[in-house]
């Protein structure tokens, strides 16, 4: 996957630290992001929710390295973002959020057509709970705390946007990216 590739790019050399709450990329965000140096790597397990905070506390024990949060649109709805973003900016404590947003919460519609393959969805296409299309672009929930704040939906703008997203946290700004993806 472009995001995940583009991200190796850009975080190597730099001993960065991914933590991950993509859940349906996962495979890919480990399969790019990966590394054998300790404490390095963080996979959010035990419920949705918990990426952001998680990613503050990786990067309250570790100040000096970049800590990059790669987290699904279903689970970043997941967290209290507004609580986090304030903790974020009041600590100083500054971390890049890459939300792979594919527009639904797909770990749940992949639940509901696996448990329930003849249930009232299937014969409506009414898959409830899952169409996230209507939400609010995900990266304007960081504006009103003074953040770097970009949504990305071409290709040829991933990796410049990340450049910025990476300078942003480096002088001290977190920055989140909302990264449209076609699956």
Same mark, same amino acid.
């Given at each position: 996957m472009l995001v995940a590739a583009t991200l190796r790019t850009l975080l190597a050399g730099r001993d960065a630290i991914v933590v991950d709450e993509t859940i349906t990329h996962s495979r890919t965000v480990k399969r790019h992001l990966l590394t054998d140096r300790p404490d390095s790597n963080f996979y959010v397990q035990g419920g949705l929710g918990q990426g952001i905070a998680v990613a503050l506390g990786v990067k309250l024990a570790a100040a000096d390295r970049p800590v990059v949060l790669t987290i699904g649109d279903g689970a970043f709805t997941y967290n209290p973002v507004i609580q986090s973003y304030?903790? #974020?900016r009041g600590y100083d404590v500054p971390v890049l959020i890459v939300v792979f947003n594919n527009r639904v919460y797909q770990s749940m519609n992949l639940n509901h057509r696996r448990f329930y393959p003849e249930g009232a969805a299937a014969g409506t296409g009414e898959w409830l709970? *899952?169409?996230l299309h209507r939400l609010p672009r995900l990266a304007a929930f960081?504006?009103?705390?003074g953040m770097h704040t970009e949504t990305v939906d071409t290709p040829d703008s991933l990796g410049p946007a990340l450049e910025r997203a990476l300078k942003a946290v480096t002088d001290g *700004? *977190? #920055?989140v990216v909302d990264v449209l993806v076609t699956r």
């Open positions: 304030d903790a #974020a709970g *899952t169409d960081a504006e009103p705390f *700004t *977190t #920055a």
